[in-house]
């Protein structure tokens, strides 16, 4: 799919006024924050996706929302290309910049502007980590829900664009869930904002709108997201099984009988020994995959549901079980989840980190057609699941060094994800499409579906200057003529570069 993605036709003419660009910002922000030169610009050719890269044409760091205004409004003008991008840390290419654009950063919206428990939630600035807010209230008692693998660097910012979620969405929901309100610029400099700290607004939920919409409606200048208190008891348990379609079926058990758990992760056994000699967390090594299931809530509620929890396990096979006896074990499980994708750097130079969502009933069934694909492109994969909300998580290694390995990777992904559709899921969970999921959207929406939600990017982006090149197929010509055009084929366009 990638190998063979077309990208909106470079204004050469653009590149060429470049000086007068530059000179036409330091009018509108301090020229400390404006990089232009050639080696400034190479740390934000790409983001965490890293397999592409495209230096932008320039980079600039608003330090306010008028500043970020003001830039959107010249662009708007001008008709100059701006990628926003928060802290880089996006899995889809969704931050990718083009040659003749602006690549717009909030790194310095780093301000927690508002705590307010009486309303118990955070208002702060997009560039605010994701690990921050909970930091700045657990002292009351307090956290933030979502809590993606990356929340020590990714933003708040971000979050909201891709819709985010984390090892606790199952139960707590991912961050539309838990989004009160957000300041935003439009295209053409108009800011407004959307929600607050009520949990009910009038109107349209343009607030729903704008989450997810990756970076393509506007930028994103304030967040405001609720906080909860922290539950009295929280324990988790260690599940080992002999088989992975045991596991698979344990997680539809344990949900068919009304358990909701604070959270439920999948890893196989490639994972598990990757990620226990990276943490040393004491995961069953012997297994062939295992559950991490979390419960919260009351000392006796949750006591309760560990029994549940551990009859449907051993209904279900289970050759072992281990439940956090403290604080300090129970995040030492977590550890292990949460440093699944850098454990990965020990079983090949290099991986490439899938992201779709599929019905549970069926996680069985798609990890033996994982298992299928895997010999089929001879390439090793371990799997990471949120398993209790279908959202998967493929790590396919591979040696970028190999000719052609980046391109069977994306063949063995791409295969993966329209599996996923094929059996009534979806592309993605949290990473978003960005350019890596785009010329796939096609086969989870017809001609008349995208069209629908090309018409709401551009009644809010008139010009399609916000972000181009991003979740919709194109083919060259159709974005020669200002338009976007469905494509099933493969394109005979040149590629994104690649490393």
């Not at 909030?106 to 309303?119: M, R, S």
């Amino acid at each position: 799919f990638m190998s063979n993605l077309a990208m909106p036709k470079i204004d050469r003419k653009l590149i060429a006024k470049k000086a007068d660009i530059v000179s036409d910002l330091k009018k509108i922000i301090k020229t400390q924050n404006i990089l232009y030169h050639e080696d400034e610009l190479r740390p934000y050719e790409t983001d965490a996706l890293s397999a592409y890269k495209q230096k932008p044409l320039l980079v600039v760091f608003p330090e306010n929302t008028k500043e970020v205004s003001k830039i959107l409004s010249y662009c708007n003008k001008n008709r100059i290309k701006v990628v926003p991008r928060g802290a880089g840390t996006g899995l889809s290419g969704g931050a990718l910049p083009m040659a003749d654009s602006i690549l717009l950063c909030l790194g310095k919206f780093k301000k927690i502007i508002d705590i307010d428990y009486k309303n118990r939630c955070v208002v702060a600035q997009p560039g605010v980590t994701n690990l921050s807010i909970t930091e700045a209230v657990q002292d009351k008692g307090f956290y933030y829900a979502p809590d993606p693998s990356s929340q020590i660097a990714c933003s708040i910012g971000g979050n909201v664009a891709e819709n985010s979620g984390g090892v606790h969405s199952l139960k707590y929901g991912t961050t539309t869930n838990n989004l009160l309100g957000v300041e935003v610029v439009f295209m053409d400099g108009t800011i407004s904002r959307l929600g607050g700290k009520t949990y009910d607004s009038e109107g349209y939920d343009l607030l729903g709108l704008v989450t997810g919409s990756e970076g393509l409606l506007c930028v994103i200048t304030e967040v405001t997201v609720k906080i909860l208190k922290k539950p009295e008891t929280v324990k988790a348990a260690l599940i080992g099984f002999s088989t992975i379609e045991d596991g698979g079926n344990c997680v539809s058990d344990i949900i068919a009988s009304g358990i909701i758990p604070s959270g439920m992760e999948m890893m196989d056994k490639a994972l598990i020994h990757a990620t226990d000699d990276f943490v040393k967390a004491g995961y069953p090594r012997d297994a062939e995959a295992m559950l991490i299931v979390e419960l919260d809530g009351t000392e006796i509620e949750v006591n309760e549901l560990i029994e549940k929890v551990d009859k449907i396990a051993k209904k279900n096979k289970s050759s072992s079980i281990k439940i956090s006896k403290n604080e300090k074990q129970r995040l030492k499980f977590w550890a292990g989840r949460k440093a699944a994708f850098p454990a990965c750097g020990d079983m090949a130079p290099d991986y490439y980190c899938m992201d779709g969502t599929i019905p549970r009933g069926k996680l069985a069934q798609v990890l033996k057609e994982i298992g299928r694909l895997s010999k089929k492109y001879n390439l090793p994969v371990a799997n990471a699941f949120h398993a209790g909300d279908g959202n998967l998580h493929p790590l396919i290694m591979y040696d970028a060094n190999e000719k052609d390995a980046l391109k069977k990777t994306e063949k063995f992904g791409a295969d993966i994800l329209k599996y996923c559709v094929k059996i009534g899921g979806v592309l993605t969970g949290e990473h978003g499409v960005g350019v890596e999921k785009r010329e796939l959207m096609c086969e989870m929406f017809n001609n008349n579906d995208i069209q629908q939600q090309i018409k709401i990017k551009r009644a809010l982006d008139v010009s399609s200057l916000l972000n181009p090149g991003k979740v919709y197929p194109i083919l060259r010509k159709c974005a020669e003529e200002g338009r976007v055009h469905v494509h099933r084929g493969k394109t005979k366009f040149p590629d994104i570069p690649r490393f």
